[in-house]
């Protein structure tokens, strides 16, 4: 099956603003906390969250046009995965310490 | 000369959501950028900002009632700190991680 990526900033052109705003909202950041545990990703389905599917991917898209999440499409179902090697490279220690805040 | 305190969160009140979204604005980034170079403090006139003073305090508000930033009083002076023991306890890493992104 052939899988395609949904367009999204190259690393270089991630901002750090764009990466805050994006991880600072409490749905967001639960989306971002189950992709941590999940490096094979998540469809967008598989996400439990106490939002419509519609409000879900609108949080996605704001998280991939950050650069924190990187969505690709195979055959009917979209796949997201944390951009962890690129949000390291740039930002060493972020995401880490986000990702250690208490719940 | 006596020192007092704005009022400002404790430690455990501190939520990750509020730090991320006080970071993630280009002003108050600039102003924590300045505040880790300046471990003793910098008073609020002393920022070089290109907004104007009350846009400047009301910034300063954000950080300090999200936990980044703590300020307090000498005299007529507002003296600002990074809260960098806070932020490193509850979140390791994050701050490092903000402050190497490129400007």
Request: aromatic letters at 0%.
């Given at each position: 099956?052939?899988?395609?990526?949904?367009?999204?900033?190259?690393?270089?052109?991630?901002?750090?603003?764009?990466?805050?705003?994006?991880?600072?909202?409490?749905?967001?950041?639960?989306?971002?906390r189950a992709l941590a545990d999940a490096p094979a990703g998540i469809s967008c389905g598989e996400?439990?969250?106490?939002?419509?599917?519609?409000?879900?991917?609108?949080?996605?898209?704001?998280?991939?046009?950050?650069?924190?999440?990187?969505?690709?499409?195979?055959?009917?179902?979209?796949?997201?995965?944390?951009?962890?090697?690129?949000?390291?490279?740039?930002?060493?220690?972020?995401?880490?310490?986000?990702?250690?805040?208490?719940?």
């Amino acid at each position: 099956m052939t899988s395609k990526q949904v367009p999204q900033p190259e690393r270089d052109e991630i901002r750090v603003e764009a990466v805050l705003q994006a991880l600072g909202e409490p749905v967001r950041l639960t989306i971002v906390r189950a992709l941590a545990d999940a490096p094979a990703g998540i469809s967008c389905g598989e996400l439990e969250l106490p939002v419509t599917a519609s409000t879900r991917a609108h949080h996605l898209k704001i998280l991939r046009e950050a650069g924190v999440v990187s969505t690709h499409v195979e055959g009917t179902r979209r796949i997201s995965t944390l951009r962890r090697d690129d949000l390291e490279a740039l930002y060493p220690g972020l995401l880490t310490g986000v990702l250690s805040a208490k719940q």
